[in-house]
Every structure is written in C-alpha cells, then in structure tokens.
C-alpha cells in the first residue's frame, strides 16, 4: 500500500513549510484528492496517523481531505464539464478528445496552526 | 491561523521522472513502462520481444516486484542487461527506485529499455518512471470488463496489449467491444491484440516499438 509513502512525503512538505512560522502545532490539514487519484481517503487517514502520532507538531492534526470531482475540457469546443460514468467525451460535441482538468489531484491546500505563544 | 501550502505532493515523483527522462533522451534511449495486473503475461510478452529484437536493438530491462528475481532470472538467459527491483511492499515502482537503478546500465550503449512495473492495475499509472510512452496488458482469462473498471491505466497509456487471444475460445471476452470501451476512455490509444504463445498479432507490436525507438 503505498499511502505511507504519500504520507511521508507531504508530511516533510508540511514540516518544511511551518518552519518559516512561530508554529507550535498543526491543527488541521486541509488535502484534495481527485477522484481519480488511485488513493482510498480512508486508508490515507489512518496511514497518517500512523506515521504523525510521535510527531509533536501533527499528533493532533486532523486530516480534512475533500473530494474533488473529475473534470474535463473538450479539445474541440473548449467546453468544460464533469466526466461521469468513465464517459471519456464531450457531452456537447460529442468529440472523443478532451482533457482532464481536475480529478487527479493529490494536492495539500493549507493548514491550519496553532502559534507559539512564547 | 491558516497557512496556504498549495503543493502537489506528487511532485517531488514528478521532478524525479522528469530528471529520468532527460537521462533517457540524452542517451538516445527509448523507455518503456509495460503495466498490468499479476499474471496477464507481461513477462512472456517481454521474452518474446527480446527474441525478435535483440540481433536488431541494444536492449534492457528493469524488472520490478514486490519479492523474489524469478522475472529477472527469466530475462538474464538472453544475456542482456536486467536489473531487479524488489519493492518489499511497495504495490508500484517510482521515478526514485528507477533513478537509484540506471548507474547499472551503460545507457549510452542501449536503444530500448522496458520496464516491466509490479503487477497492479491500480497504482502503476500515478506514478511517473521517466518513461517516453506506457504500455497497459490486459489479458483474456482477466475478463473483458477490466478496462472500465480501471480505467485510469488505460487512460494513462499510450499503447494496450490484449494478450491470450488463443484463449478467446475458452472465455466470453468481446474482443471487439474491449477494443471499443479502451478507446472510449483513450482515443489515442494504439491497441494490439496478440497471443505471447502463439505469436499471432506480435509482428503488429514490434512494428510499433521499432518505428518508435528508431524516431
């Protein structure tokens, strides 16, 4: 399973960025996942439990991880749509070439902190 | 107090496969990643390629696994170059276990390397090797409704091998509608439906690879 990995890596992305903050704890992380991201949100969560439970700076993070529909652009008529149903074509010219747009994500949008007082 | 971060946490795969394939094209090297589920034939389809191949094309493999160097072994009796991965655990290959592998190779040397990622229909296809096209296997006895079900790897690819079509006999597997459906969801795909045992449909196949290692 390869979430422990991902958890790894936006875990040091996390760690790398709060360091340019008086930081002393995250609260929560805000993730997006695509639909079409081969990640089970779930196991996410639990891997990164996992992996921050030692960590003073992420043990109380809660993970917040949203969603985010498939989403495609005709290369044709330019038109932007959702892509349901494994429909790989535009719903309005029917062309079999478009483009994903939004789906595959695995993208770390904020967090959020608690400072340090001292 | 919100911090934004705004980063793709793919990126530090992407920036490393994008550094592979800079390695590829500087050596005149065309790489291959074949992906599948365990068992769809990947490896034989291998052997017989490197058998019609290796007098024409300088060739090497990577195999990856989670255990063993039982693929490896199968590949080391041609005597070319082949170098095994082993993930213990991992479900997929990365650009950095790729990256950490090619001091072995005297790619300079190669034309052609393949390789053959773990057997997983799933997470193979989010993971960039450095990789110039991607090859998805899907075999009969898997049934013919896999490329709906998994449809980012065909998505993802830019080449769909249909092997075991000596078996369609056997099976209720609509070659024609599998053809179709790989196509709704990749209309550039090029799709070949060959039998790694009997060879019918290879010579389709290594027209493809030759046309495209010798561009």
Known sequence: ??????????????????????????????????????????????????????????????????????????????????????????????????????????FIESVEVEEDGN | MEIKIGRNVLEANELTAARNARVFRENTLFALNMMSSPGSGKTTILEKTIEALREQLKLAVIEGDVYTEKDADRIRKYDIPVVQINTHGSCHLDAKMIKDVLPSFNLKALDLLIIENVG??????????????????????????????????????DVALINKIDLLEYFDFDLERVKEEIKTINPKIKIFALSSKTLEGFADWLSWLKDNVQK
């Open chain 2, 120 to 157: 997983n229909l799933v997470c193979p296809a989010e993971f960039r090797l450095g990789e110039e096209a991607r090859v998805a296997v899907l075999s009969v006895p898997e049934g013919d409704d896999k490329p709906m079900k998994y449809p980012l790897l065909f998505r993802e690819s």
């Open chain 1, 1 to 106: 399973m390869h979430e422990s990995a991902m958890i790894d890596n936006f875990v040091e992305i996390i760690e790398n960025k709060v360091k340019e903050y008086n930081v002393k704890k995250v609260t929560k992380i805000k993730l997006k996942v695509g639909k079409l991201t081969c990640l089970c949100p779930g196991t996410l969560k639990s891997c990164f439990e996992a992996v921050t439970g030692e960590k003073d700076l992420l043990k109380d993070a809660v993970l917040e991880v949203e969603e985010v529909p498939l989403k495609a652009c005709c290369e044709s008529c330019g038109q932007t749509f959702l892509l349901e149903n494994n429909n790989f074509f535009c719903p309005f010219c029917q062309h079999p070439y478009i483009k994903i747009v939004a789906g595959r994500e695995l």
